[in-house]
């Protein structure tokens, strides 16, 4: 087991209400490892395609297989 630090940036669809978000964040994180802290670093607007990204660090638990 190890302890790793990575940053993501996910699509935020327009669909997702804020309330959701947590929820969604954590099932992309789950893909990398097991979160032990994570946090919402930065917001980007793209108006044209109505989307947004966001920009996540976090540390993840680690299995080593």
């Not at 978000?21 to 789950?30: A, C, F, G, P, T």
């Amino acid at each position: 087991m190890k302890i790793q630090f990575i940053e993501i940036q996910v699509d935020w669809p327009c669909e997702l209400s804020i309330f959701e978000l947590r929820e969604y964040v954590l099932s992309k994180l789950d893909k990398h490892g097991e979160p032990l802290r994570w946090a919402i670093t930065s917001l980007t607007n793209y108006s044209e395609e109505k989307i947004q990204k966001v920009n996540i660090e976090a540390v993840l638990i680690i299995d080593d297989d």
